[in-house]
């Protein structure tokens, strides 16, 4: 079983920051990728960013250069560093676990609002 709790979503004026985490606990395996994606009103999810244990990250071109993420491997958890926060920002961020052993596996978070005002 695997639960994945985020936090540090909230209400910030445009070119603002937040700080969103992601902290996964139960049973994870050494191998795996954290993701954080958001969905907006009438939206498909979409990814913003993921990282894997080995450290290699990808980033959406709407990301690139203002977002970061980052991991604390040692707490399972991984952070979502925002920069230059823009209305169009405004969405749901969850967390995505994927796992490999034994075949693909995903768990996701229950999302953490972000709202950015103009």
């Known amino acids: 079983q695997v639960q994945l709790v985020e936090s540090g979503g909230g209400l910030v004026q445009a070119g603002g920051s937040l700080r969103l985490s992601c902290a996964a606990s139960?049973?994870?395996?050494?191998?795996?990728?954290l993701v954080w994606y958001r969905q907006a009103p009438g939206k498909q999810r979409e990814l913003v960013a993921s990282m894997s244990s080995s450290g290699f990250t990808n980033y959406a071109d709407s990301a690139k250069g203002r977002f970061t993420i980052y991991r604390d491997n040692a707490k399972n958890t991984v952070y979502l560093q925002t920069n230059s926060l823009k209305p169009e920002d405004t969405a749901v961020y969850y967390c995505?676990?994927?796992?490999?052993?034994?075949?693909?596996?995903?768990?996701w978070g229950q999302g953490t609002q972000v709202t950015v005002s103009t």
């Open positions: 995505n676990l994927r796992q490999y052993k034994l075949g693909v596996r995903d768990y």
């Open positions: 139960g049973s994870i395996d050494s191998i795996n990728s």
